[in-house]
């Protein structure tokens, strides 16, 4: 069974600050999605991973994905305020159903 | 365009009582998929449906859960009734994409928020 693990979970950084979270999954997958979640709000799609080692970049925030090690990492550059927000991996479980296993999430806390 | 869209978008439900919720995703996407978000966790997987064809449903947690999507397109998830656990924010999602090779996401739609007393 896929399993899906994030940590931290809660993190509350100063802004400016640079930091970076993890998502480990426990079966095979080439397929890894970042979403982030406001509060009461729907989850917004911010990256796709598909391959081993992928990289992919958008603002202050950078994603990866190392298949071998079942590891994604999120770096967050030189954080503002608008970053606070709720950050959930998910991983594409293989065999057709196309459906995904999320972590718990990461709350993020960007102060002043 | 328009996003997915979901109704109601709260909703109160007596302990027993029956509920619809519905589901319209983005036109032209053949996968849709229901969550079930529990306060403070991340979404867990119901169903999906690929066109009209339920092809897992292995998530849905009890007989009571039942979901449809007859043409295609607009999907529907029914709980029989409800139970205080049932309490969660019900998502949908859908793709465009079948099968593998595609950088297509997973859209969400706003969610249901149910609420069962």
């Known amino acids: 069974e896929l399993k899906v693990e994030q940590n931290p979970l809660f993190l509350s950084m100063q802004e400016g600050k640079n930091y970076t979270i993890y998502c480990n999954y426990s079966t095979t997958s080439d397929r890894l999605y970042w979403y982030r979640q406001d509060p009461g709000k729907s989850l917004e799609s911010l990256f796709v991973?598909?391959?081993?080692?992928a990289v992919k970049q958008e603002g202050r925030l950078m994603a990866s994905l190392d298949t071998k090690a079942r590891l994604s990492t999120l770096h967050i550059t030189a954080a503002v305020h608008d970053l606070s927000a709720t950050y959930f991996c998910a991983v594409e479980t293989q065999g057709g159903s196309e459906k995904l296993v999320f972590g718990k999430g990461m709350k993020l806390t960007v102060n002043p | 365009g328009a996003g997915v869209s979901q109704s109601p978008r709260y909703k109160v439900a007596k302990r027993g009582q029956d509920v619809a919720l519905r589901c319209d995703p983005i036109s032209g996407h053949v996968s849709l998929f229901w969550y079930q978000q529990a306060l403070g966790q991340g979404p867990e997987f119901l169903t999906y449906?690929?066109?009209?064809?339920?092809?897992?449903k292995s998530g849905l947690p009890s007989d009571r859960f039942f979901a449809e999507r007859p043409e295609g397109s607009v999907s529907t998830l029914k709980i029989q009734r409800t139970q205080q656990e049932d309490s969660a924010v019900y998502l949908c999602?859908?793709?465009?994409?079948?099968?593998?090779?595609?950088?297509?996401?997973?859209?969400f739609g706003p969610g249901t928020r149910l609420l069962v007393l």
């Open positions: 449906f690929q066109n009209e064809a339920q092809l897992d």
């Open positions: 991973l598909l391959s081993n080692g």
């Open positions: 999602a859908s793709s465009f994409r079948v099968g593998g090779g595609l950088q297509e996401t997973q859209y």
